[in-house]
């Protein structure tokens, strides 16, 4: 069964500072892999995803990925956080069949 | 192409009722997902419709849950007998055939059961 482990659930940095958002993931075959960020009561909004080739990734707001094989890993960051960061992060793993397996989410909190 | 749109994106109901939502995915995507997030979680898939053909169904999916895709391109979820364990947001997805299994999500549709 596939499963994904966000191990921070809240995470505050300041504003300008480097972020690194931990995701780890299991999974039987070679996954699909993606990262979200979802602003209160808003849908989720894709940043960046991971399929085949490169195991750095780069998405949109500047934010980057990088894929481990080795670690069944797959991290977010970014080098400096702006305040408009500030939301909540969801990594996700998926198959073929096109459905994801959520972890529990990455609360972040950007301080002035 | 507007994206993926739901309605209603808010419904209070009292328990017992049944409630239902709309999904329109984006134009010519053949796949269309559900899924369900409660506080403080991440979202759960709940089905998938591949054109009109129900191809999974999760656990999660009671009796009391049933999904439709008539023609293969809007679906509709419906929730009978509500029940307060029911409130949550309701996110619906989309995938075409050239999307390499990116889903599109929609806004969803927070549900919540008095």
């Known amino acids: 069964a596939q499963s994904v482990t966000q191990p921070d659930i809240h995470i505050t940095v300041s504003e300008g500072a480097s972020l690194e958002l931990r995701c780890n993931y299991s999974y039987g075959a070679t996954p699909y892999l993606f990262w979200y960020v979802q602003s209160p009561g808003q849908g989720l909004q894709l940043l960046l995803k991971y399929f085949s080739g490169d195991t750095l990734v780069q998405g949109i707001k500047g934010f980057e990925a990088e894929f481990k094989r080795s670690q069944s890993s797959f991290n977010l960051r970014k080098p400096s956080v702006h305040w408009s960061d500030a939301a909540e992060y969801f990594c996700?793993?998926?198959?073929?069949?096109?459905?994801?397996?959520f972890g529990d989410g990455t609360t972040l909190t950007v301080k002035p | 192409d507007t994206g993926v749109s739901q309605d209603p994106r808010h419904k209070i109901t009292k328990r017992g009722q049944n409630v239902t939502f709309r999904c329109d995915p984006i134009?010519?995507?053949?796949?269309l997902y559900w899924y369900r997030q409660t506080l403080g979680q991440g979202p759960e898939f709940l089905t998938y419709?591949?054109?009109?053909?129900?191809?999974?169904k999760s656990r999660l999916l009671s009796d009391r849950f049933s999904a439709e895709r008539p023609k293969g391109s809007f679906s509709t979820l419906e929730i009978q007998r509500t029940e307060q364990g029911d409130s949550a947001m309701y996110l619906c997805a989309s995938i075409g055939e050239s999307s390499y299994n990116e889903q599109f999500f929609g806004p969803g549709t927070r549900l919540t059961v008095l």
């Open positions: 419709f591949q054109n009109e053909a129900q191809l999974e």
């Open positions: 996700a793993v998926g198959g073929r069949a096109g459905k994801s397996t």
């Open positions: 134009s010519e995507h053949n796949r």
